[in-house]
């Protein structure tokens, strides 16, 4: 089989893995990093979102030999050592999860909005993360954690979950 090297998160790796394999398979198949996650399989779902040299990209449909040479940065590589990324922290402080299965695709969607837009707007947010599905429906508190992460004010209203009251109350 021939082999393809990639940097993943700051590490250089050598895939042996057939000119058809996904970057999405030989992420969790062949180096392990499952926090990427598969949903649709046909880039309708965004739970598989990665970086491609600091680009959101869907893993499910990117074959690793069309990115050899190239900058992947997976949710495992999203933190800084024990530091973790402003958008994890918001999304613990604002308890955004429920199933939690999507997250890992909308933090590494939010992630490359701030990296290109560090005051994103509600209609940016709305934009940028449009293609992240989240059967939970927890729409509302990760808008209101980028928010939260950037700095920035929620122009829309934008509603958290308070889990101890259990209801929503305004970000
Ligand atoms: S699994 Fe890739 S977009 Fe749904
Ligand atoms: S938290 Fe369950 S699908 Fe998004």
């Given amino acids: 089989m021939p082999k393809y090297t990639l940097s993943i998160n700051g590490q250089s790796q050598t895939l042996d893995v057939e000119p058809d394999m996904t970057l999405l398979w030989a992420l ?17 779902c965004g739970a598989c979102t990665v970086h491609v040299n600091g680009a959101p990209v869907r893993a499910c449909i990117t074959r690793v030999a069309n990115i050899a040479g190239q900058k992947v940065t997976t949710i495992e590589g999203l933190a800084t050592g024990d530091k973790l990324h402003p958008l994890q922290q918001a999304w613990i402080d604002l308890d955004v999860p429920q199933c939690g299965y999507c997250q890992a695709g909308q933090l590494m969607s939010a992630a490359a909005l701030l990296a290109n837009n560090s005051q994103p707007s509600d209609a940016d947010i709305d934009v940028a993360m449009a293609g992240n599905y989240c059967r939970c429906g927890t729409y509302l508190r990760i808008r209101a954690a980028i928010h939260k992460a950037a700095g920035t004010s929620p122009n829309q209203g934008a509603l958290w979950y308070d889990a101890t009251t259990r209801t929503e109350q305004p970000a």
């Avoid at 969790?28 to 926090?35: H, N, V």
Wanted: hydrophobic share 35%; with cysteine; proline share 0%.
């Fill in 28 to 44: 969790r198949d062949t180096l392990g990093l499952i926090g990427t996650k598969y949903g649709c399989g046909i880039a309708l």
